[in-house]
């Protein structure tokens, strides 16, 4: 299917040259869909991302042309009758108006699904077309849409954009740029289901938002994101979120020879002349860093959510025990062939990631890790501070009083010294800590 991104203005003399022989299918099929939707709209825009060409389209003002069925706020749709007698019903907030069209003259079915916002019509245009000699590309159904005999296949597939749209007007300006942590990972999160539903234009809007703060942003996920781009063949996007973490990192870099970006390939280079990192390790335990936050997230932010049920919560609670139990497996494994990791080989971050994963494990193993901890804080690949949480949380665990205050609401061992023992580790005061509480 033909990928593009093209906005249309108020449009009489428009499409006046789409007619002539030099017109590109594009230009001829946007046309034709046109010049079949039963009300007039201000703008077309294509959006990619779905198996069939998709348009979002909105109006000045309200559209009263009656529909032909209506998706109510319970999702369910029924077919809307009128008669004569029948005063006309105006469209509410809540409520989706759609119709759909039956061109056997182009072979197609077009289905349009609007609503209101601020008393605007807003809306998608979805275009199931068959394959014809006019329209080859944008054609990829192989059999007739138009043809009552296939009204089952057709039903199944309205039935499919029926959901689409519940989801695109649900979202529609719910979400804006991240005041917390938490908001970044629901932006995350809802950006990564709309990539699994095929949106792929309201996806990109919600990474989008969620990298516009930098301070929330975990730097991996520019790079899981661009992959994924990539493979939907958004390459400037994919560059953009990469150039992102290039100006977020100062030693991040990729492997310059398989780089992607000719662009990025000199900074690369200068940066792994500088840096030397084991790049295979670094990408494992940033990896193993954003699973470990994916699903933990995902269970923290679903267990907030009144409305989430008991079911679900315990699914995700069971996933990421499960997770970290894997992930514990991958860290040990590390530590017993390689040792832990060196900074001067993976950076802060990644090293980092290898006692986090051990403070989600429990108490024989973080305090078996313990002796590596300790070596690794003498070496300088992890700070101090690291360490004393550690022996905090192994001394509340026992049912001792902690010596740091690292481990919220819990007893301390001496008050009146725990800011000196802070201080010995790089800790701010406790007052300090409070404060930001």
């Not at 990192?249 to 030397?276: A, I, N, V």
Request: net charge neutral.
């Amino acid at each position: 299917m033909m990928k593009r991104i093209i906005v249309y203005a108020l449009p009489a003399l428009l499409f006046a040259g789409c007619q002539t022989k030099n017109a590109t299918e594009a230009e001829r099929f946007d046309a034709s869909v046109r010049k079949e939707l039963p009300f007039a709209i201000d703008s077309l825009c294509w959006l990619d991302g779905v198996d069939m060409a998709t348009y979002r389209f909105a109006c000045r003002d309200y559209v009263a042309t009656a529909p032909d069925a209506f998706i109510g706020p319970d999702g369910e749709l029924n077919v809307y009758k009128t008669t004569i007698l029948e005063k006309p019903i105006r469209q509410a907030e809540d409520m989706i108006w759609r119709n759909v069209v039956v061109s056997k003259k182009n072979q197609r079915i077009i289905c349009i699904d609007r609503y209101l916002s601020e008393g605007r019509t807003k809306g998608f245009v979805y275009v199931l077309q068959s394959e014809s000699k006019r329209f080859r590309t944008l054609g990829p159904y192989h059999w007739d849409v138009s043809d009552s005999h296939n009204i089952e296949m057709a039903g199944g597939i309205l039935e499919h954009l029926r959901q689409l749209t519940l989801r695109r007007m649900k979202n529609d300006g719910r979400y804006t740029v991240p005041a917390s942590q938490n908001d970044y990972w629901t932006l995350i999160f809802h950006a990564d289901s709309l990539m699994d539903d095929g949106l792929y234009a309201e996806a990109k809007q919600a990474y989008d938002l969620a990298f516009t703060e930098d301070r929330y942003i975990l730097p991996s996920h520019l790079s899981t994101v661009a992959k994924k781009m990539m493979g939907i063949h958004k390459d400037e996007t994919a560059l953009d979120y990469l150039s992102h973490r290039v100006k977020m990192e100062q030693d991040f870099y990729e492997e310059p020879l398989h780089s992607t970006f000719p662009q990025l390939r000199d900074t690369f280079e200068l940066r792994q002349h500088k840096w030397g990192y084991d790049l295979a390790q670094k990408q494992y335990l940033e990896w193993i860093f954003e699973r470990d936050q994916y699903n933990r997230m995902l269970w923290f932010l679903a267990s907030s959510k009144r409305t989430e049920s008991p079911e679900r919560i315990e699914k995700l609670a069971r996933r990421a025990m499960d997770t970290d139990s894997t992930n514990l497996q991958l860290v040990s494994r590390i530590l017993s062939e390689t040792g832990y990791p060196r900074k001067s080989k993976v950076g802060d971050f990644a090293s980092q990631t290898v006692w986090m994963i051990i403070q989600h494990s429990d108490l024989g193993r973080i305090k078996q890790f313990l002796p590596q901890l300790e070596e690794a804080v003498r070496r300088g690949d992890l700070a101090p501070a690291y360490v004393a949480a550690t022996k905090d949380r192994i001394d509340i665990r026992e049912g001792r009083p902690q010596k740091y205050g690292t481990q919220f609401n819990a007893p301390l061992l001496d008050a009146s010294r725990v800011n000196e023992w802070r201080k010995e580790v790089g800790l701010p005061p406790m007052e300090v800590m409070n404060k930001r509480e």
